[in-house]
């Protein structure tokens, strides 16, 4: 059984910086892609990057510049690095692994852009 948990959420004013991580626990698999995807309230759930196994990345046109997505394959883990945050980039952020050509997903963490 695949479980994905996410850490590094909180509440930051904007300008500031925030590190989300997402690590990958079980036995005997082998992930492709990772992403990060946000769901702010009453918005539907939005890509804001992926990054693939050998290091390829994508990003929302709308975090492009400010964040950096990527990955450490030994670790199974997959991190996001937020600078110059915005007040609209307050959601709930969740990370998702391609296992097998399933997709699965962590519990989500908050991320509040605030002052």
């Known amino acids: 059984q695949v479980r994905l948990v996410e850490s590094g959420g909180g509440l930051v004013q904007p300008g500031g910086s925030l590190r989300l991580s997402c690590a990958a626990s079980g036995r005997g698999f082998s992930i492709g892609a990772m992403g990060w995807y946000r769901q702010a309230p009453g918005k539907e759930r939005e890509l804001v990057a992926t990054?693939?196994?050998?290091?390829?990345?994508q990003y929302a046109d709308s975090v492009k510049g400010r964040f950096t997505i990527s990955r450490d394959n030994a670790k199974n883990t997959a991190y996001l690095q937020m600078n110059s945050l915005k007040p609209e980039d307050t959601a709930v952020y969740y990370c998702?692994?391609?296992?097998?050509?399933?997709?699965?997903w962590g519990q989500g963490t908050q991320v509040t852009v605030s002052s």
């Open positions: 998702n692994a391609i296992i097998a050509s399933d997709n699965f």
């Open positions: 990054v693939a196994r050998g290091g390829s990345v």
